[in-house]
């Protein structure tokens, strides 16, 4: 048997990337910006439903940075953070100069936990600052509680940032994920659900926002024709090689999503009568989930010798690549002294939960070699 190294995520190109990267070559467009740039925009600004304004950037740190700048976060503001989350949701916050305050997440999307947010803000307000910013994300592309969050956060004015770089293609109630926040961001980094080799985007409500988003990702230039800046500019912008490799991407990614959502339910199938393991699947109907990841969580069993640990062992041993899910952000050694409200949640996600192969180019014969090291592994 084959048994080559079956990844959790990999980029899957079967679009027309090569075409508008020739393009872009061709008509020596290679650099920042340019026309590829402006149809990848379109392009996700279609998908949206047209409903928001997109601007394409160098990554999603890069968006969630910005997003933190056009809301005017400063030195010494605190920014509320989902705990159990992947860094590049935090970091743009210590490069403000701010601080995160993490929260805990709740058990049926395990993300932003509505209770422990709402605790959070009126005790920060108690202590005499208004959070300046929500970060909310969609963990493995499953939808945070839109409803509820929106709820809290308009019921203190405090804007949210939608951090959907896992969620692409997901969406709650019929409406797109990335259009739910102030501001919205995506990832096209290599092991996301589209890539752009590395890219991401940054996601208004306005015209005007999206410009803004444009100056600050292009250093900033005043509108005159020598350089003149009379603000901090970044070098954020998306190249317009990588915007290529975008647009076929995007010709793609109803088919990635519907594959991804595939290995969901190949799991689902495969550990329905292992009463140890539950795969996470979204809470009901409303929410559609890309599945970008599809993680389980296992209960231990001592006499049996079964955890996640000796779960992943088993898929190791077979070459196979699983990982445990996201360690939360207040276990983090950099951010262990910042305040954190909440339970326990996270920490026990990330103590039983695995993430496993998920990518949308699993063949039937690597889904095959998955479910002999489940069987073997449960065996009674
Ligand atoms: C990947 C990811 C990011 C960062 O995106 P990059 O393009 O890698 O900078 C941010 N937040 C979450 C939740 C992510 O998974």
Redesign the pocket.
Known sequence: MDDKRIFLSLAHEVGCEMKYIREALSSNWITSGGPNVDAFEKDLENHLRNEVHVCALN????A?HLALILLGVQVGDEIICQSM??S??ANPILYQGATPIFIDSEIDTWNLCPIALEEAIVDRIGKGKTPKAIIA?H?YGVPYKIEDIRTVANKYSIPIIE?S??ALGSSYKGRKCGTFGDFG?F???GN?IITTS???AIVSQSKELKDKAIFYATQSRDNVPHYQHSEIGYNYRMSNICAGIGRGQMEVLDDHVALRRKMNAFYVDLFKDIVAVTVFTAPDDDYFANYWLSTIVIKPNVEKGIDRETMRLAFEAANIESRPLWKPMHLQPVFEKYPYYGGKVAEALFDYGLCLPSGSNLTDMERERIAVVVKGFFVE
């Open positions: 990554s999603g740190t890069s969630i989350t992947f590049a949701s994300v963990l951090d770089a896992e961001i990832s096209f980094n996301k590395s890219g991401g």
